[in-house]
């Protein structure tokens, strides 16, 4: 028998598919509906026990072997029933919602089981490391039923464990690397993510991932490193090289969509392994220690959620568009990206970045709203001294005045990344964003050591900040910082790239006797 499970977020399209194959029958479950309208109407009553869970649809599907027919026993239907039951009871689902459809399109017979994840008593069923427990499950039923075994199509090409890692397993209770980055992997892309999806997953649970990608955005392979040990795809198996994840895992993979990010994925991950690097990114998001002028109290979580009300609406499922539209068009670091938005300093809305703007005691009174196109607007100010700012940690000494978000997060990262060397002794600096002049705490600035207006001079913003801020610096962009900051990054890379080529070269020069 072969098991796949899939969560989602929408019962209706869920129902929808499998109520609308041909020769689909409903043959059963724990619900009264009959009609995909019937049963998600049913849902919804539940889900209210949970409103604010996203993923609440599970949706399962088991299939005999070709050769094998459950119609073949008589009651076929209550004999599928009956392996629903226990499997779904198996996997922690005896105080929910679900339902049991029939499909007899396909030389496999199967059925399908959409359930809630919602308990009926409010609990949650924990998905974590379902897969494993299905398989386990499924296992079992074979041995009840005295079902053939059937290996899914990409287990063929899992290579299998070694004699010395059975060996270790055995005698010590422990997985190889190799075992543990295919289990993992298996874990992963039970949803069939997206290839930046998959990546970025395998981080979160520790696994360095690189992909080889041409300048095209084609593949030149994977490879993974845990713990210390580097295995390449192929060294899984054929099912966990780059297009075996596609062929095989479900992986979907679009050049021009994911490759962008996919890099910018490495980098981060590259940062985060060289020490010191992921600790530049370590910002003072919440404004207790800003300056003893102004005592200033972090927002509680329900001040927090009553400040957000007045903010553009929201979209948590757009965050990973918008993260990658900034992570792409930017180039800023996803790790900066996640922090101002796991602080509510940035999140999406309505498909656009929103950009909070905020008094030093951290009320959020407005928002800049910025479109695909690189325009902003911003929402209706409640507060004259509002900006979007970030801080470095530490007393602040400083302060660096641009005219917009994403001016003000470029010149940290530009400033960050020349001062590596000297990070020690940088002073702590606030960074601002502004619309009009008036926004500006100006009697934190009168008492800061330094103030620069990093903002074009001839501009009308920029004579307005310096008509407040009279001792401040005027300094002046080319064309933009973020432009710079891109050339920085540009430059970097082709500067990575040219060493590897010098190594490569001196390494052929090399002969051995």
Same mark, same amino acid.
């Given at each position: 028998?072969?098991? &796949?499970?899939?969560?989602?977020?929408?019962?209706?399209?869920?129902?929808?598919?499998?109520?609308? =194959? =041909?020769?689909?029958?409903?043959?059963?479950?724990?619900?009264?509906?009959?009609?995909?309208?019937?049963?998600?109407?049913?849902?919804?009553?539940?889900?209210?026990?949970?409103?604010?869970?996203? /993923?609440?649809?599970?949706?399962?599907?088991?299939?005999?072997?070709?050769?094998?027919?459950?119609?073949?026993?008589?009651?076929?239907?209550?004999?599928?029933?009956?392996?629903?039951? !226990?499997?779904?009871?198996?996997?922690?689902?005896?105080?929910?919602?679900?339902?049991? /459809?029939?499909?007899?399109?396909?030389?496999?017979?199967?059925?399908?089981?959409?359930?809630?994840?919602?308990?009926?008593?409010?609990?949650?069923?924990?998905?974590?490391?379902?897969?494993? =427990?299905?398989?386990?499950?499924?296992?079992?039923?074979?041995?009840?039923?005295?079902?053939?075994?059937?290996?899914?199509?990409?287990?063929?090409?899992?290579?299998?464990?070694?004699?010395?890692?059975?060996?270790?397993? =055995?005698?010590?209770?422990? &997985?190889? /690397?190799?075992?543990?980055?295919?289990?993992?992997?298996?874990?992963?892309?039970?949803?069939?993510?997206?290839?930046?999806?998959?990546?970025?997953? $395998?981080?979160?649970?520790?696994? +360095? %991932?690189?992909?080889?990608?041409?300048?095209?955005?084609?593949? &030149?392979?994977?490879?993974?490193?845990?713990?210390?040990?580097? $295995?390449? @795809?192929?060294?899984? @198996?054929?099912?966990?090289?780059?297009?075996?994840?596609?062929?095989?895992?479900?992986?979907?993979?679009?050049?021009?969509?994911?490759?962008?990010?996919?890099?910018?994925?490495?980098?981060?991950?590259?940062?985060?392994?060289?020490?010191? +690097?992921?600790?530049?990114?370590?910002?003072?998001?919440?404004?207790?220690?800003?300056?003893?002028?102004?005592? *200033?109290?972090?927002?509680?979580? !329900?001040?927090? +959620?009553?400040?957000?009300?007045?903010?553009?609406?929201?979209?948590?499922?757009?965050?990973?568009? %918008?993260?990658?539209?900034?992570?792409?068009?930017?180039?800023?670091?996803?790790?900066?990206? !996640?922090? *101002?938005?796991?602080?509510?300093? *940035?999140?999406?809305?309505?498909? &656009?970045?929103?950009?909070?703007?905020?008094?030093?005691?951290?009320?959020?009174?407005?928002?800049? /709203?910025?479109?695909?196109?690189?325009?902003?607007?911003?929402?209706?100010?409640?507060?004259?001294?509002?900006?979007?700012?970030?801080?470095?940690?530490?007393?602040?000494?400083?302060?660096?005045?641009?005219? !917009?978000?994403?001016?003000?997060?470029?010149?940290?990262?530009?400033?960050?990344?020349?001062?590596?060397?000297?990070?020690?002794?940088?002073?702590?600096?606030?960074?601002? @964003?502004?619309?009009?002049?008036?926004?500006?705490?100006?009697?934190?600035?009168?008492?800061?050591?330094?103030?620069?207006?990093?903002?074009?001079?001839?501009?009308?913003?920029?004579?307005?900040?310096?008509?407040?801020?009279?001792?401040?610096?005027?300094?002046?962009?080319?064309?933009?910082?973020?432009?710079?900051?891109?050339?920085?990054?540009?430059?970097?890379?082709?500067?990575?790239?040219?060493?590897?080529?010098?190594?490569?070269?001196?390494?052929?020069?090399?002969?051995?006797?």
């Amino acid at each position: 028998m072969i098991g &796949k499970q899939i969560k989602g977020t929408g019962f209706r399209g869920c129902l929808n598919y499998v109520l609308g =194959k =041909k020769d689909a029958a409903l043959i059963g479950g724990t619900m009264c509906g009959q009609t995909p309208e019937e049963l998600a109407a049913e849902f919804a009553i539940a889900r209210q026990l949970r409103p604010n869970l996203k /993923v609440a649809v599970f949706h399962a599907t088991l299939s005999v072997a070709s050769t094998e027919k459950l119609e073949d026993f008589e009651e076929n239907d209550q004999r599928w029933l009956t392996i629903a039951a !226990n499997y779904m009871k198996a996997m922690e689902f005896d105080n929910n919602q679900y339902a049991v /459809v029939k499909h007899s399109d396909t030389d496999h017979d199967h059925i399908h089981i959409v359930a809630s994840r919602i308990r009926l008593d409010g609990g949650v069923v924990d998905d974590s490391w379902d897969y494993y =427990k299905s398989q386990e499950t499924i296992r079992q039923l074979e041995r009840n039923y005295s079902l053939e075994t059937v290996t899914p199509s990409w287990e063929t090409d899992k290579r299998a464990p070694t004699t010395g890692e059975r060996r270790q397993l =055995k005698s010590k209770g422990n &997985k190889s /690397v190799r075992v543990q980055l295919q289990d993992l992997i298996d874990e992963v892309t039970q949803d069939n993510p997206t290839m930046p999806e998959f990546v970025e997953r $395998l981080q979160q649970q520790g696994v +360095e %991932v690189q992909v080889g990608l041409t300048r095209n955005g084609f593949s &030149k392979g994977i490879s993974y490193n845990l713990d210390g040990v580097a $295995l390449s @795809g192929s060294q899984l @198996g054929k099912a966990y090289t780059f297009y075996g994840l596609q062929k095989h895992r479900g992986i979907s993979y679009d050049q021009q969509r994911d490759s962008a990010l996919i890099e910018a994925l490495m980098q981060s991950q590259h940062l985060a392994s060289v020490p010191g +690097e992921a600790e530049k990114y370590e910002l003072e998001l919440q404004p207790s220690e800003l300056a003893e002028t102004a005592p *200033l109290t972090p927002a509680t979580a !329900n001040e927090l +959620e009553l400040q957000l009300s007045i903010l553009p609406e929201r979209n948590e499922t757009q965050w990973v568009r %918008v993260r990658s539209h900034l992570a792409v068009e930017y180039s800023f670091p996803l790790e900066l990206l !996640n922090l *101002l938005h796991s602080h509510s300093w *940035l999140y999406a809305g309505s498909e &656009k970045a929103v950009f909070t703007a905020r008094t030093l005691e951290g009320e959020a009174s407005f928002a800049f /709203v910025l479109d695909e196109r690189g325009n902003f607007t911003t929402t209706h100010p409640l507060s004259s001294e509002a900006v979007f700012w970030v801080a470095t940690t530490g007393e602040i000494e400083r302060a660096v005045i641009a005219c !917009n978000p994403i001016e003000a997060l470029s010149i940290l990262l530009i400033e960050q990344e020349n001062s590596q060397e000297n990070s020690a002794t940088a002073p702590a600096t606030i960074y601002l @964003g502004i619309e009009r002049a008036s926004q500006l705490p100006i009697e934190l600035l009168q008492e800061l050591d330094s103030v620069i207006i990093a903002i074009a001079e001839n501009s009308q913003l920029a004579r307005n900040a310096s008509e407040l801020l009279p001792d401040a610096e005027l300094v002046s962009p080319q064309s933009s910082w973020n432009d710079t900051w891109i050339q920085l990054i540009e430059l970097e890379q082709q500067t990575n790239q040219q060493n590897n080529q010098q190594y490569k070269q001196h390494s052929q020069d090399i002969e051995l006797d």
